[in-house]
């Protein structure tokens, strides 16, 4: 089966711009979850959306918010961007709490 | 709040050794546990789980061990080889089902 979908792959955005990235989790996943990484970062949790709610939110400004859809497609947006905001931005899905993610390839966003 | 950490950020082996690399995390009331390996340019990909009633678990090649008196967890990837260069994380799972990921230890296989 199609694994987690990203896109698009490669953003290039200016300061000020806002930016919406899109994931389509595998099917029958209804758990999606957003990370941000960065180079000696790791990956740091957004936050996770179930049934179209959002279930845990990480320790991002106001500026990072999510939504998703009835078919657990989800969206993520970033206004207002900042150079720091550059980073890949991955997707992740998962049957339930249960189990481990399975990630997408991610979106590089780049800010200049 | 929980913290993930790797002992080492990189880790180079000759091509045919063994690989250990290993992960500290702080939350005792952890219960799962996962190794993941991105590759350049892709997403992280899940290679091996543990849950915490165990202590001991053998996949292909790889085989992860928690220790949870010192709460440490490792990756042992035997006979390594060029495809295994990689970074490798560790993510801890808290009683709230909200994973933690370490920075990443990046593996040079050296042929």
């Known amino acids: 089966k199609a694994g987690v979908t990203q896109t698009p792959r490669y953003l290039i955005k200016t300061r000020g711009q806002q930016v919406t990235l899109s994931c389509s989790p595998i099917s029958g996943h209804r758990s999606v979850s957003w990370y941000q990484q960065t180079p000696g970062q790791g990956l740091q949790f957004l936050f996770e959306y179930f049934s179209e709610t959002q279930r845990n939110k990480g320790n991002f400004p106001g500026r990072f918010s999510g939504r998703q859809f009835s078919n657990s497609r989800s969206e993520m947006n970033v206004s207002t961007l900042e150079l720091g905001d550059s980073a890949l931005y991955l997707c992740?899905?998962?049957?339930?709490?249960?189990?481990?993610?399975?990630f997408g390839s991610g979106t590089r966003l780049t800010v200049v | 709040g929980e913290s993930v950490g790797l002992h080492l950020p990189t880790l180079s082996v000759q091509e045919g050794d063994n690989s250990i690399i290993n992960c500290a995390y702080s939350?005792?009331?952890?219960?799962?546990f996962i190794w993941y390996k991105q590759e350049s340019g892709k997403g992280p990909q899940f290679i091996i789980d543990i849950r915490s009633n165990m202590d001991k678990r053998q996949g292909q090649r790889v085989t992860v061990l928690l220790n949870k008196t010192v709460k440490h967890l490792s990756l042992q990837i035997a006979a390594t080889q060029p495809g295994d260069s990689a970074v490798y994380f560790c993510?801890?799972?808290?009683?709230?089902?909200?994973?933690?990921f370490g920075t990443g230890t990046s593996l040079t296989v050296i042929p």
């Open positions: 993510a801890e799972r808290d009683t709230g089902n909200q994973f933690y």
């Open positions: 992740a899905s998962r049957w339930t709490g249960e189990y481990g993610y399975t």
């Open positions: 939350n005792s009331a952890s219960d799962y």
